[in-house]
């Protein structure tokens, strides 16, 4: 099997794993011990949650703080409601994350255009807004959104501006003025189970979970030392790696470029995060295709919403028509793909394509 869907999940990194690995002892060990307990064994297991914490932050800007979460939906929750923001603008291909719980805000909603592109034009006003959030990185068609132009413009306007940097951390330079940034351990070759949320110094926010107060009091609910461990060493990593990581990922780009060459590509041409590439063929049957390139693992939306029967969001944003949706697929790769197989995957993809005389 050959897997090109790095924007559902990333594979665990090797060092990941080994961080995990002490914490997840038996009841010969201590590993396995409460973080939030005052014995030896529980503040061990705190510093490792600490450090996990510190790691984190490295790829944040300085200045604010790490609040460990379930996940990158839950941070946007936190982020979003926990402001609490009554007049929000929000990107036409945010995230379900960000879009159902902007409308769940029961406030004023703007949803913000895009471009054929895919780009929120960066000229924006936010008069009468009090949030913005606008993502790093699309999950489906890679567009870079410019992030530090829109929250300066939030903010000339008073508004907070939330990031939905999970596509983008550790891959991309954080942006270096947003209020608040939601990341996931499981996009970076991290474990799965585990999110955070990096808030400003000085931005308050409302707990959304309630119970004993862990987590600055913002988050209530046990840390898993274990897959703390496992975000903070994907992290650490991801830091070290990060132009290493853009240079390999910018060759398998090329090379499945120049293999389906023919296909038009879904996005910037430019303004992108080359580990992502979304291309239609029109009249393509992507179900079929799936069926006989069974050995290859891609997807023909994000895995959200994918087997839910609807036209992506994001397509029909950039001006696609549904039929032109319906024929496009979206293929990602990092750091473990290796080149001959990201070829390989590539031409038993395009042969399948020809023989449906598309």
């Known amino acids: 099997m050959i897997y090109l869907d790095y924007q559902a999940t990333t594979p665990l990194a090797p060092e990941a794993r080994e961080a995990m690995l002490p914490w997840l002892g038996g009841p010969e060990t201590i590993g396995f011990a409460n973080p939030h307990s005052p014995h030896r064994p529980g503040r061990a297991a705190a510093a490792a949650v600490e450090l996990a914490r510190e790691q984190v932050a490295a790829l944040m800007p300085p200045g604010g703080r790490v609040i460990f979460t379930g996940s990158a939906t839950e941070a946007l929750n936190l982020a979003i409601l926990g402001s609490g923001a009554r007049r ?4 036409a291909i945010e995230h379900a ?37 606008v993502m790093q990185v699309n999950n489906e068609i890679g ?28 891959k991309l330079a954080p942006p270096a003025n947003a209020d608040m940034i939601a990341v996931s351990a499981h996009k970076l070759y991290g474990p799965k189970g585990i999110g955070a949320l990096w808030v400003r ?13 862990q987590e600055a009091a ?13 975000f903070g060493a994907a992290a650490r990593l991801a830091g070290e790696r990060r ?42 049957d992507v179900a079929r295709l799936m069926s006989e ?4 693992a891609f997807s023909a939306g994000s895995a959200c919403a994918s087997g839910s029967g609807r036209t992506s969001h ?6 696609l028509d549904a039929r032109q949706a319906k024929g496009s697929i979206r293929l990602g790769f990092g750091r473990y793909t290796g080149s001959r197989e990201c070829e390989d995957a590539c031409a038993r993809l395009e042969t399948a394509a020809a023989a449906q005389g598309v």
């Open 88 to 91: 929000l603008a929000v990107s």
């Open 97 to 133: 994350a960000v879009l159902d719980t902007a409308r769940a805000a029961a406030g004023e909603l703007r949803v913000l255009p895009v471009d054929a592109d895919g780009l929120v034009n960066p000229a924006t006003r936010f008069d009468d807004v009090d949030l913005v959030s």
């Open 143 to 170: 567009t870079i959104q410019p992030v530090e132009q829109l929250a300066q413009a939030a903010h000339a306007a008073g508004a907070l501006f939330v990031c939905d940097a999970v596509q983008g951390a550790g």
């Open 201 to 213: 110094d000085g931005v308050e926010l409302s707990p959304q979970m309630h119970g004993g107060g």
């Open 218 to 230: 913002l988050r209530s609910g046990t840390l898993s030392p274990m897959l703390c461990a496992g």
């Open 243 to 284: 132009e290493e990581d853009a240079a390999h990922v910018g060759r398998l780009w090329q090379a499945a470029r120049a293999i389906l060459s023919r296909w038009t590509l879904n996005g910037s041409p430019t303004e992108r995060w080359h580990g992502n590439i979304n291309l239609r063929l029109e009249g393509l």
């Open 293 to 296: 390139v069974r050995d290859v």
């Open 314 to 319: 994001v397509l029909t944003a950039i001006g």
